[in-house]
């Protein structure tokens, strides 16, 4: 079967698209974790961060530009916003496919659980 995000990218299965460009889509965490709760995601299948090359480095930039500008759309820029990456189980990563959680609209405490 399809890798999940991958069927999200591509339109197979429904998900709250907050935004979209040539290389990223963005859509709300299914079950989230904060009032704001939004996975960034690249087009292509790319399953950790561990896989990540030195030809992603603009991808991994723009990642950052988005969360910045989802961060301030939804109100939570100026009050403090939170970007994760978790990088295998031991971390907490439960699919397969590249994915930065963009957190927010609460207090975040530190360090996480
Ligand atoms: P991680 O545990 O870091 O791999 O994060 C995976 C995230 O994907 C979790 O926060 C899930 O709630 C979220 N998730 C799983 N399935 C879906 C889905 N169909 N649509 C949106 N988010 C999902």
Redesign the pocket.
């Known amino acids: 079967m399809a890798c ?2 991958c069927q ?1 990218v591509e339109k197979q ?1 429904p ?2 698209i907050v935004h979209e460009d040539d290389r990223l889509v963005a ?7 904060a009032p704001v ?1 939004i ?1 960034i995601v690249p087009r292509k299948h790319i399953a950790t961060g561990l896989d990540l090359t030195g030809d992603d480095r603009e991808l991994v930039g723009e990642i950052f530009l988005v969360a910045a500008k989802l961060a301030r759309e939804r109100g939570i820029a100026s009050e403090g916003y939170r970007v ?3 990088t295998n189980a031991g ?6 496919h590249l ?1 930065y ?1 963009l957190l927010g609209g609460r207090i975040m405490r530190w360090p996480p659980g």
Request: aromatic content about 12%.
């Open positions: 999940l995000f999200i299965i998900a709250g859509f709300e965490d299914v079950s989230p974790q709760h996975l994760v990456l978790n971390a907490g990563q439960s699919v397969y994915h959680h």
